[in-house]
């Protein structure tokens, strides 16, 4: 089976617990095992912030969360689990027992991944039973918002073993990169350090304070690394010619005396005092769960606008959240393939929960107008889905289209104002669907705005209307004929510039 069933994660903390909030917000129930008398109140933090990012993330149906519990030893927690994931400090000697501990303690088909930064798999596999199923499963932190987890086999790791790990991320949002060989510190950490050591430097040598340096780094390439990465970058860089062009123009610099990348700085009292000193300037007068989810917003935005690249394809981590948000659609947020529990249709129907994010405001702090039309949107998507209109229906080449939208603009949502739709039919036949949707402060149940539109069943191939099949009009109908016997909304039928 490529999903995961079960995971269990032993070793709470930062990583640790970001791990259990990628598995639980997967709807994949968590075993932790962590002997930090704070364990229970640090992972609830993390899982905090974890939830609150995935507010902002999507708007897909995420699966019912699933359930974390603690025990108080590992074999406890292991029992049962399809995937373990250790992250425990970073010391080898601690990491290879407690891995050779789960390794006796576990099922023998379950996958055993170490979040080490840099510690080779071979020495941390040396004395188990069963090597072929442990790997380097290194992520980067937020985990459960940042994709990428670095998948690195040791002498005695099977190689179906990498591929099952990359496949069995893939349901949960994420991408598992396997490197050819083994190398210390991976692929990522060898970059950063490359940059931590020269950025050590020049603050040593006063080019520069912590502020100024980390200025460089986001106003600059950090942004063209964010969605292009390095070789990428260089071959634009390198004109029509492409990269080739670039190596030979730039090539010869790598031998200029620019950087000190092979001597180590001394962090000597002295410049660990000039650092922190420049650090607590710079950010001091923010709490870390602050710049935590300072951070995390600021991630949600930048993913979120490379998911709308490529003509909507997606790209760089944008194209990881479409082809999450793509998988969530399908299962449609059903627990065990079964379906969603239907609305009562005695009422206009409640399709879309949500809660205004950071990159959904404008200067003023307010909802930008695009927004409320996403929100419109997804609640014609949730209606669609439960007439049976689905990721599927609309791959084999059917679907409704909007051809109509009349929006008001009633209210004001604001910054972290938590916000839901209701959508009454008005009228339906075999093509069309007309309905009304009224998005509401859920707090006082203010209307904020309405929409009134109308929809057109569509051979997309074929690029014509036509009319919707039984199956569809069979699961509309119930609803048409409730929502006939209620009072006609205020605002139907509205024009543009009419008086109210």
């Not at 029509?240 to 090539?251: D, P, S, T």
Request: glycine fraction near 10%.
């Amino acid at each position: 089976m490529t999903s995961i069933q079960k995971a269990a994660c032993i070793g709470g903390g930062v990583i640790g617990g970001a791990w259990a909030a990628r598995f639980l917000l997967g709807g994949i129930d968590v075993a932790m095992y962590d002997p930090h008398p704070e364990a229970k109140r640090i992972v609830g933090e993390v899982i905090a912030n974890a939830e609150r990012a995935y507010a902002m993330l999507t708007m897909a149906p995420l699966p019912p969360k699933g359930t974390l519990t603690f025990y108080p030893t590992i074999e406890e927690a292991v029992e049962g689990a399809d995937w373990i994931q250790e992250s425990v400090p970073e010391r080898v000697d601690l990491k290879r027992s407690v891995i050779t501990q789960i390794d006796a303690a576990a099922n023998p088909e379950a996958l055993i991944g170490s979040s080490t930064s840099g510690i080779m798999p071979t020495d941390l596999q040396r004395d188990m039973k069963h090597p072929e199923r442990m790997f380097v499963a290194h992520p980067y932190n937020p985990v459960y918002l940042l994709p990428l987890a670095e998948l690195v086999g040791g002498m005695k790791t099977s190689p179906a073993t990498l591929e099952l790990a990359k496949a069995r991320l893939a349901p949960i949002g994420m991408v598992g990169v396997i490197l050819k060989k083994e190398i210390e510190a991976f692929v990522g950490d060898r970059l950063l350090e490359a940059v931590w050591r020269e950025g050590l430097w020049l603050i040593h040598d006063d080019i520069c304070d912590t502020e100024t340096l980390d200025d460089v780094i986001r106003y600059s390439f950090g942004i063209r690394w964010a969605q292009m990465g390095m070789f990428e970058t260089y071959r634009i860089a390198g004109g029509e010619a492409g990269m080739r062009h670039f190596l030979a123009q730039f090539g010869p610099c790598l031998s200029w005396p620019w950087t000190k990348l092979t001597d180590v700085v001394d962090l000597d009292d002295a410049l660990v005092d000039k650092i922190a000193g420049q650090s607590d300037a710079q950010s001091g007068a923010r709490g870390i769960r602050e710049l935590e989810r300072i951070r995390d917003e600021n991630l949600v935005g930048i993913m979120q606008a490379l998911k709308g690249a490529d003509g909507g394809k997606g790209w760089g981590a944008g194209k990881i959240l479409a082809g999450f948000e793509k998988h969530l659609w399908s299962q449609g947020g059903a627990k065990s393939g079964g379906r969603v529990a239907e609305p009562d249709y005695s009422t206009p129907l409640r399709l879309v929960y949500t809660k205004v994010s950071p990159a959904w405001v404008d200067y003023n702090g307010h909802m930008t107008e695009h927004r409320y039309l996403q929100v419109f949107g997804d609640t014609s998507d949730a209606l669609l889905r439960l007439i049976g209109v689905d990721f599927a229906y609309v791959e084999a080449g059917h679907s409704y289209y909007t051809v109509e939208t009349h929006i008001r603009h009633l209210g004001e949502a604001k910054l972290g104002q938590r916000i839901h739709s209701t959508l009454q039919l008005l009228s339906t036949d075999d093509k069309r669907i007309r309905f009304f949707t009224t998005i509401h402060d859920s707090e006082t149940g203010d209307a904020l705005a309405t929409a009134e539109q109308l929809m057109l069943h569509v051979d997309s191939k074929a690029g014509k209307s036509v009319g919707a099949p039984a199956e569809v009009l069979d699961r509309l109908q119930p609803i048409a004929q409730a929502h006939a016997r209620l009072t006609e909304p205020e605002g139907t039928g509205r024009f543009v510039g009419q008086k109210r």
